[in-house]
């Protein structure tokens, strides 16, 4: 949710207003921020006609490039995820479906609500510009894709909880199509809970400071029911969630620590790969709700903290606390495309191949290719995907053939018994017969 919080009051006696969807702060009591309120709240002095309160230079500057840099950055990297995914066969898996879906999420708040917030910045401060479909649309589409996007990652972690603490169930339980009806459902149910912000978002027309009549976007939550609404959605989409997710992953890593430690080969790099898809997972969630607990925070305090001390803070700082708040509601769809470069090895290496294939086309690593090939330095064996290498010490060229065969007898043996692959020069064999393919 980012509808963007007034600071100053519609009216002192009318409670507390929440602000046009996108729009910084609300000027309605003008006076309350050029001339300060009494310790009561009262209104010291009347505004000067055609003294019009303006969003400070350094605030607007700040908002601005850091809404840009978020917004290439973000679009890049989510438009990238399914990419990746969709190119390498041995991706396309039930967790990697989910991640896929938090890209889409993440992609439409960059594209649809991110724009809004340069619109707005620029303009005279409370006055809405993009009319009124628009003032029902942006929160309505924000807050369906953030419930949406809490509603995905808890099946992230439902799913990990299958794969690792009852893996006999997982077979069933984790496959891709029931990964796609989730997402389909995570996406109904957020739409219809949220739906009730298209009443309580209202658009009208105000007297702004000039005496002009100006569009303005707001939704008062002075009544009963607009203020449950969001405090609701706070309990529902975050509070609830947040206390689900500590307990279910505290759970798995208890499982992962009392794993025994007398394992195969096969199984230490099998356990090895699931603890870092679960630690990947869980920064993701851990990012997830960093960046959005300034914002859940500060709507608190607008509903519940009485008018006088909204307005006791002054414009100024009310106004850079709802920028920074707003920056890191917007910096949870851009970070995460890099968390999984930084934490994944497939990713990294995706990105890395996808990239030089939109760079230098033809090239090297723009080419795929399967089978056997053997030199004078290293032996590599390729997987059908095409995309994970195990390279392992070669015969010199003068070795007999009879070595060379029995080599090539054995990486054979090895390639048809497991998917092999190699990042960072980790080798991270999965067995074929496994269900749980979730590796990321």
Same mark, same amino acid.
């Given at each position: 949710?980012?509808?963007?919080?007034?600071?100053?009051?519609?009216?002192?006696?009318?409670?507390?207003?929440?602000?046009?969807?996108f729009l910084p702060a609300s000027f309605f009591n003008a006076t309350s921020w050029s001339a300060g309120a009494?310790?009561?709240?009262?209104?010291?002095?009347?505004?000067?006609?055609?003294?019009?309160?303006?969003?400070?230079?350094?605030?607007?500057?700040?908002?601005?490039?850091?809404?840009?840099?978020?917004?290439?950055?973000?679009?890049?990297?989510?438009?990238?995820?399914?990419?990746?995914?969709?190119?390498?066969?041995?991706?396309?898996?039930?967790?990697?479906?989910?991640?896929?879906?938090?890209?889409?999420?993440?992609?439409?708040?960059?594209?649809?609500?991110?724009?809004?917030?340069?619109?707005?910045?620029?303009?005279?401060?409370?006055?809405?510009?993009?009319?009124?479909?628009?003032?029902?649309?942006v929160p309505f589409v924000e807050l369906t894709v953030a419930h949406a996007s809490v509603l995905t990652i808890?099946?992230?972690?439902?799913?990990?909880?299958?794969?690792?603490?009852?893996?006999?169930?997982?077979?069933?339980?984790?496959?891709?199509?029931?990964?796609?009806?989730?997402?389909?459902?995570?996406?109904?149910?957020?739409?219809?809970?949220?739906?009730?912000?298209?009443?309580?978002?209202?658009?009208?027309?105000?007297?702004?400071?000039?005496?002009?009549? $100006?569009?303005?976007?707001?939704?008062?939550?002075?009544?009963?029911?607009?203020?449950?609404?969001?405090?609701?959605?706070?309990?529902?989409?975050?509070?609830?969630?947040?206390?689900?997710?500590?307990?279910?992953?505290? $759970?798995?890593?208890?499982?992962?620590?009392?794993?025994?430690?007398?394992?195969?080969?096969?199984?230490?790099?099998?356990?090895?790969?699931?603890?870092?898809?679960?630690?990947?997972?869980?920064?993701?969630?851990?990012?997830?709700?960093?960046?959005?607990?300034?914002?859940?925070?500060?709507?608190?305090?607008?509903?519940?903290?009485?008018?006088?001390?909204?307005?006791?803070?002054?414009?100024?700082?009310?106004?850079?606390?709802?920028?920074?708040?707003?920056?890191?509601?917007?910096?949870?769809?851009?970070?995460?495309?890099?968390?999984?470069?930084?934490?994944?090895?497939?990713?990294?290496?995706?990105?890395?191949?996808?990239?030089?294939?939109?760079?230098?086309?033809?090239?090297?690593?723009?080419?795929?290719?399967?089978?056997?090939?053997?030199?004078?330095?290293?032996?590599?064996?390729?997987?059908?995907?095409?995309?994970?290498?195990?390279?392992?010490?070669?015969?010199?060229?003068?070795?007999?053939?009879?070595?060379?065969?029995?080599?090539?007898?054995?990486?054979?043996?090895?390639?048809?018994?497991?998917?092999?692959?190699?990042?960072?020069?980790?080798?991270?064999?999965?067995?074929?017969?496994?269900?749980?393919?979730?590796?990321?």
């Amino acid at each position: 949710m980012n509808l963007a919080l007034s600071a100053a009051l519609h009216n002192a006696s009318e409670g507390a207003a929440v602000g046009s969807p996108f729009l910084p702060a609300s000027f309605f009591n003008a006076t309350s921020w050029s001339a300060g309120a009494g310790a009561n709240g009262s209104v010291a002095s009347a505004p000067d006609v055609g003294d019009v309160p303006q969003v400070p230079a350094y605030i607007r500057t700040a908002s601005t490039v850091a809404c840009v840099i978020i917004m290439s950055i973000g679009v890049a990297g989510n438009a990238m995820v399914p990419a990746v995914i969709l190119r390498s066969r041995d991706m396309r898996n039930s967790t990697n479906i989910f991640l896929v879906n938090l890209s889409v999420a993440d992609l439409l708040v960059l594209l649809v609500c991110t724009p809004t917030v340069l619109v707005e910045v620029h303009s005279r401060p409370e006055v809405w510009l993009l009319g009124e479909t628009m003032c029902k649309a942006v929160p309505f589409v924000e807050l369906t894709v953030a419930h949406a996007s809490v509603l995905t990652i808890l099946a992230i972690s439902f799913e990990r909880y299958y794969a690792i603490c009852e893996p006999l169930r997982a077979g069933y339980v984790c496959t891709k199509a029931r990964a796609l009806l989730i997402c389909l459902l995570a996406w109904a149910l957020a739409a219809l809970l949220t739906s009730p912000v298209i009443l309580v978002a209202e658009y009208g027309t105000e007297e702004y400071f000039d005496g002009s009549m $100006v569009p303005v976007c707001f939704s008062m939550v002075d009544s009963f029911w607009p203020a449950f609404f969001f405090l609701a959605t706070i309990a529902v989409f975050f509070l609830v969630p947040l206390i689900i997710l500590v307990v279910l992953y505290g $759970v798995i890593a208890r499982h992962l620590m009392a794993n025994p430690r007398i394992m195969s080969v096969h199984q230490q790099l099998h356990y090895r790969y699931r603890k870092q898809v679960v630690l990947m997972l869980g920064t993701v969630v851990a990012a997830f709700f960093v960046c959005l607990l300034p914002f859940r925070a500060f709507t608190l305090w607008i509903i519940a903290a009485p008018p006088e001390t909204v307005v006791s803070i002054g414009y100024e700082n009310h106004y850079g606390l709802l920028c920074l708040c707003r920056v890191m509601h917007y910096l949870n769809s851009a970070v995460n495309p890099i968390l999984y470069n930084l934490m994944s090895s497939k990713f990294r290496d995706g990105f890395s191949r996808l990239c030089c294939r939109c760079g230098c086309a033809g090239g090297p690593l723009g080419r795929r290719g399967t089978g056997l090939s053997s030199s004078a330095t290293a032996t590599t064996v390729r997987s059908s995907a095409g995309d994970s290498l195990w390279r392992r010490p070669g015969r010199a060229s003068s070795s007999s053939s009879r070595s060379r065969r029995a080599e090539r007898r054995l990486l054979h043996h090895i390639a048809r018994e497991c998917s092999v692959s190699v990042h960072n020069g980790v080798c991270a064999v999965k067995a074929g017969r496994s269900k749980d393919v979730s590796y990321l």
